[in-house]
């Protein structure tokens, strides 16, 4: 079997956008980006005649989890951020990694959490939670929703 290897990749540089109908918009000062969280939900087949002693398990439906933003609160950014909260409508963003390939993950969702974390003695701070609808895509470059 051939070895799979890469280059370990900074998160310095990485880029979090959102379609604005036409084109993506950078959001900036984003602080750390979590996310996506996927997982995968089984289905215990076990029965009275399994053998082995094991469970058994077949595959159930995935959930593409949550994207978590921290980022450093600006009135423009925030203001977006609540648009896409108060909306109804998935909406389509991408994270731009800085590797050689220009790592691309595409995906749809919903803003469902927008606290302010607003200190004593730091910076203002917004964790935004946006949950992800339906298949993240990874693409080299970025590339347009629906595409």
Known sequence: MASLTGTPVSGVGTIF????????????????????????????????????????????????????LNMNFTRDTYEVMKDDFESDTEKDYEILLPDVENTSLNFSGLVTELPLDI?????????????????????????????
């Open 17 to 68: 956008r959102r379609w604005d109908g036409s084109a993506y918009q950078d959001i900036g000062q984003i602080n750390s980006i979590s996310g996506p969280t996927m997982t995968r939900n089984t289905i215990d087949t076990t029965s009275l005649d399994t053998t082995g002693g094991y469970r058994t398990f077949i595959a159930g439906f995935r959930d593409p989890g949550t994207i978590t």
């Open 119 to 147: 200190p004593t003695d730091d910076k203002v701070t917004a964790n935004v939670t946006i949950k992800v609808s339906g298949q993240v895509s990874l693409n080299s470059g970025s590339s347009s929703p629906g595409a």
